[in-house]
């Protein structure tokens, strides 16, 4: 909880963002609302919007063919990074629905007039510009030619829509709405630090399988920042739990004293659960089988306490205490529609 900014908060939403390098949205509310929460002044939906309006917050397919909200500056690299393994995961897909080289390209040329000419569009507007030219976006074409595009470092998403509501957002071209590129010189050494120093203490296997890159790779890599890196225990494997030297949770764990663990309302796709793969530290198994009851992808807001996920949310129910009265009705505000 000390890592990922759940219990002393950052101070502002763009420090919170650069801190967890990447925060997972596929769920656009619960994006929003996992990033807020870790801001200390407890931002309001429109002042994360507000971000997004601005340009310094994007969201895209950063890791894993996974939409993630992180710092305009970093989406770039970090889908670079992902490229060639995510692709390689939708090889089969493409295939399947026909999308070839010369559809990518036709696409490409599209919808890079479309947008150098109306600034940004929303999915249905790209979709009619790709059908008007006699690119079949049914059948989950659309989406998949449009994962290209991002893997491509053409698009990403952007800016909200004033009548959105609660979901919409609008694709804008990567060097034309970000001003700035972060380029790290060493980018996958970059991405395994800023993981463990946001979600350490974590195994390089669990680095691995959330960064979508392979076991091998990331071993070698954890080699590279050897000297940046402290083990501080071990899993059921026998692999180090490793964190960042000098990072707040290697002071805390050297100083041997475990400090208060605040109450808190996870929403479904929460980094705290989703960033790991060993869930035991986090929830029982009964409880891991409620926050993913049909193991179909689709998970569940749970609270916690002292660490630990106690018992799911109900948006019908309020807590009768004051703190999670406050939490639950938070909670709400991101989720419901203006």
């Not at 600034?119 to 290209?148: D, F, M, N, P, W």
């Amino acid at each position: 909880m000390l890592s990922q900014k759940l219990r002393e908060p950052s101070t502002n939403l763009l420090d919170a963002a650069q801190h967890m390098l990447a925060i997972q949205s596929q769920d656009f509310s619960a994006g929003r609302y996992a990033l807020a929460q870790r801001v200390a002044s407890a931002p309001s939906r429109d002042e994360v919007n507000a971000l997004f309006d601005g340009g310094q917050l994007v969201r895209s397919w950063t890791m894993r063919g996974t939409l993630h909200i992180c710092r305009a500056q970093d989406a770039k690299w970090l889908v670079r990074e992902a490229r060639e393994r995510t692709l390689k995961t939708a090889a089969t897909n493409l295939r399947a629905l026909q999308i070839d080289l010369p559809t990518i390209e036709r696409a490409t040329n599209l919808v890079t007039h479309l947008l150098m000419s109306v600034q940004r569009a929303s999915r249905a507007t790209i979709y009619a510009e790709l059908e008007s030219h006699g690119i079949q976006t049914g059948k989950q074409r659309g989406s998949h030619i449009l994962l290209v595009l991002v893997q491509e470092g053409l698009i990403c998403l952007g800016p909200i829509p004033a009548d959105a509501k609660l979901i919409a957002q609008d694709y804008v071209l990567v060097d034309q709405w970000i001003t700035q590129h972060h380029q790290p010189a060493a980018p996958l050494q970059e991405l395994l630090l800023r993981y463990l120093g946001s979600h350490g203490p974590a195994t390089v296997r669990g680095a691995a399988w959330y960064t979508g890159q392979t076991l091998t790779t990331m071993r070698q890599v954890a080699k590279d920042v050897a000297q940046n890196l402290v083990a501080v225990g071990q899993d059921s494997r026998g692999e180090d739990y490793l964190v960042v030297a000098d990072s707040a949770a290697h002071q805390e764990l050297e100083a041997g004293e475990v400090g208060e663990l605040p109450q808190r309302l996870l929403g479904p796709f929460d980094e705290y659960y989703l960033s790991t793969a060993d869930r035991e530290l986090i929830a029982d198994p009964a409880m891991q089988r409620a926050i993913l009851p049909a193991n179909n992808g689709m998970f569940n807001a749970f609270w916690i306490q002292h660490g630990r996920a106690t018992h799911l949310w109900d948006a019908n129910v309020a807590p009768t205490d004051s703190l999670g009265s406050a939490l639950h009705q938070r909670y709400l505000d991101f989720r419901t529609a203006n």
